[in-house]
């Protein structure tokens, strides 16, 4: 009762003539509901750590605290700073940027802006007490944050000159080195002030063709020195180099992780990467353009070893993955002995925690005096236009002229969560006027977006698509109204709906198809916004709630403990005779299973061979259960590291398939029943 009175009484705040209306019981459980994270609450964890985009990852061991920031691009503030204890839960800490305003584009103004651009491929390091990002800006030189603490106050001081995709590495001799550049790898020794590189330093460490990629990660681990690199020939890998001195000889390893992605497929994208007019359908045979790729290796504190990377989630945006990692030759590789390059979807935690699992923003907001830190602006905002004082418990944004929401200044934006996530704004428009328009976006492109319109004749509902301009329009009797958008990011289709009492939504125009695109080069953003298409400041725009509700908020695997189930492969009608009978699920802890039969149970022999043989403990009879990110069952076995599946070309039962495929060519994705 005391959430809702608190809800009612914000609500009250926000509307006109000091009405509170009852807030309905979805609004109620956004604002308490769970939220994606990957801790499965049983000493194991599920990728991706987060289930919205975080790209470009770099992450630091500082003692026992772990870091990590990544790419922010346009968004404004940027270079988030999380902190964790165990690797997979994670907290907010801060920014390392406010805004950055480097000209007209910055702000979106003259026809100019920098979609696409602006902050990306951080390198983040501590040396001595200074913690440091290095992070690349299209069209200016580098740039360098620095400050004493996590929380700030952070420093930044422009570079002399541009490194692509850049890493630093702190020697232990008191140098320190940048490596930087595409394929051809460039490194040079930075100066005292590590704003310019020491004059005749520079040179080539590696060719074109040899192998490298870019978004290199630069480290030194015992006498010997590695920069991992991401790359696409074919499909997205992560290639390695090693030499005992930064001046080499460097030798090459192609891939010390390939062919990750979990099992997802190749969503809806745009032809070229950048023609937003025609939208190509999914594809679940084009295969390792989603696989993990740009990332790097820590250490813990006991001496484990474990990798992250960036892998593609499609219309969601870039995600980041958690690998353990295995020391083969000399060589890091992500993935698990007997089967390296490959990793676990669901794995043991690399640290154990007593913190319950949680997520590092708090994504619904009440606007009550202050933002949320999951917000960003979409470029530089003008803090003139926009107020939370103005009036209490609401968003203001005051009108600014645009030729189109692209265009608009001050859109608030957050980014989308999968894999399903339904968001609504509650909005007051009586303060718009003529040719204002306000409401609630998905910012991508194509972008489509449901608010109020404000003419000579009144307000009414615009559903308006990039590609379609106003799909569908329908008048309004009152300013205050509830706008909303579901979207589920397994089949990208985005559903909008609006409402006058916050209880019953009527749905306008089609459903919205979303992509991942290289134009803004981000996932979908939900965005709030306000502006006046006549080319003046026209009036003002009142948000008084942003809910967010999951409606998967779940990492962990659906596993049928106790229960009698069988396994079918999905898209095979054949079914191996080991897998006509049910199995019984056998808990063994760490979301590990054994399926009995009886006295005997479902065993793995070395070579991959699976036959029943009697109960007993030990890795032959145990399996990892995981789910496929195009749904289905995936099983691995501890005895060799891989993946149970049918034989296409035999019909029989193994466990050495390397892992799922969104086409399950392999079939190692079941159905559960």
Known sequence: MTNTVKLCARTRRALIAGICVLVAPWSVMAAQGPTWTADNGNGTYTNPLFYDEFSDPDMIRVGDDFYLTGTTMHA?????????KDMVNWDFVGYALDTLDLGPAYRLEGGKSIYGQGIWAPSFRYHDGTFYIFSNVNHATTQMFTARSPKGPWTRTPMKRTFHDLSVLFDDDGKVYVVWGYQELHLAQLDASLTDIVPGSERIITQKGTGLGEGSHFYKFGKTYYITTAEYAGSFRMPAARAPSPLGPWEINPSISEHEDFGERKGYHLAGGKDVAHILPPDPSDRDHLSMHQGGIIQTPKGDWWGWSMFEGNSVGRLTALSPVTWKDGWPYFGLPGNLGRSPRTWVKPIASSAPPHAPYVRSDSFDGKLNAVWQWNHVPDPTHWSLSERPGALRLHTLPAADFLAARNTLTQRAIGPQSTVTAELDASGLVD????????LDRPYAWLGVERSASGLSIVRFDENGARVAVA???GSHLWLRAACDFDSEQARFSYSSDGQHFTDLGPDFTM???LMT???????LFAYNQRGVAGGHADFARFDVHEARPESRPAIPYGKDITLRPIGETHTPALLQPRFSVQDRTLG???LVQGSRALTVAADGGVSLAPVGPGPAQTFQWMESMSGGAVLMSLQTNRYLHVDAATGTLRA???GPTADNADLS????R
């Open 76 to 84: 404004m503030p940027g270079l988030p700073i999380l902190h964790s």
């Open 435 to 442: 040719g204002d328009v306000a409401g609630l976006a998905l």
């Open 475 to 477: 008048p309004l009797r």
């Open 515 to 517: 992509v991942y695109q």
């Open 521 to 527: 080069f981000q996932g979908v953003r939900y965005s």
């Open 592 to 594: 590990r299973i054994a």
């Open 656 to 658: 050495d398939s390397p």
């Open 669 to 672: 994705r079941f159905t559960v």
